[in-house]
Nanobody, 117 residues
Framework: QVQLVEAGGGLVQPGGSLRLSCVASGSIFSIYRMGWYRQAPGKQRELVASITSSGDTNYVDSVKGRFTISRDGAKNTVFLQMNSLKPEDTAVYYC???????????WGQGIQVTVSS
């Protein structure tokens, strides 16, 4: 069973930056497209960024130009660099695989990101 552990969140002022990391246990991490999701209070979880095993990336419009997803296969880690943060980016952030023929792995505890002055 793959375990996902997110880290790097916190409280930041509008316009600030944070870098999230997500470590996945297990050796099969590298074959999957990985995604960063977020869930704000009272809202559904949404996919904000994804990266394929070959490094192709995709972003939701609201974070394009501000967020960058990357991965380190050797360390089973996926990153989310978040710049120019806005209050509407406040949410709990999660990572997980994206596979059309398989369900997500068990969700980790997520990491809180709060953007506030």
């Amino acid at each position: 069973q793959v375990q996902l552990v997110e880290a790097g969140g916190g409280l930041v002022q509008p316009g600030g930056s944070l870098r999230l990391s997500c470590v996945a246990s297990g050796s099969i991490f590298s074959i999957y497209r990985m995604g960063w999701y977020r869930q704000a209070p009272g809202k559904q979880r949404e996919l904000v960024a994804s990266i394929t095993s070959s490094g192709d990336t995709n972003y939701v419009d609201s974070v394009k130009g501000r967020f960058t997803i990357s991965r380190d296969g050797a360390k089973n880690t996926v990153f989310l660099q978040m710049n120019s943060l806005k209050p509407e980016d406040t949410a709990v952030y999660y990572c997980n695989r994206i596979a059309t023929m398989a369900p997500p792995w068990s969700w980790g505890q997520g990491i809180q990101v709060t953007v506030s002055s």
